[in-house]
């Protein structure tokens, strides 16, 4: 799974270029790594977050190309949020992710940035640069 996640960033980097957030710290102090359950329900977290985040982000593709790759790359964060559902193995594992119409959640950028900012130790602004 980590080196899928690395592929994909190389591939948005090289997508999106200089107009890219810069890298990213995260804050992960509200994970407990000594635990199996916490280590488990923070990956389902990242993994539904990032095919939420996907899905909404579909519709601000121009570029047919470029739209049928992360189309690709959704599906395999969707393999990865159902590899991670099967290990914690909730009673319905699709509760949260799949409405009533068979369709995955969708998130906007600003949703996501919303759901992600318990990681980040700033805050993002809508022009896509962090702040303190």
Sequence with gaps: MRDHE?????FFRQLIGSTALPNLEF???SI???TRAG???AARTFEDLGVAAYNGAAKLFTSKANLVLVGKIA???A???AFIRDLVQPANPFDEVVGASGLGA???PTQVLAAA????PYTILSSGLPTA
């Design 6 to 10: 690395v592929i994909h960033r190389e």
């Design 106 to 108: 969708v998130l906007t």
């Design 117 to 120: 900012a318990v990681f980040l």
């Design 27 to 29: 804050n992960f102090t």
């Design 32 to 34: 407990n790594f000594t």
């Design 79 to 81: 393999r990865h949020a």
């Design 39 to 41: 280590v488990l329900a």
């Design 75 to 77: 599906s395999v964060e």
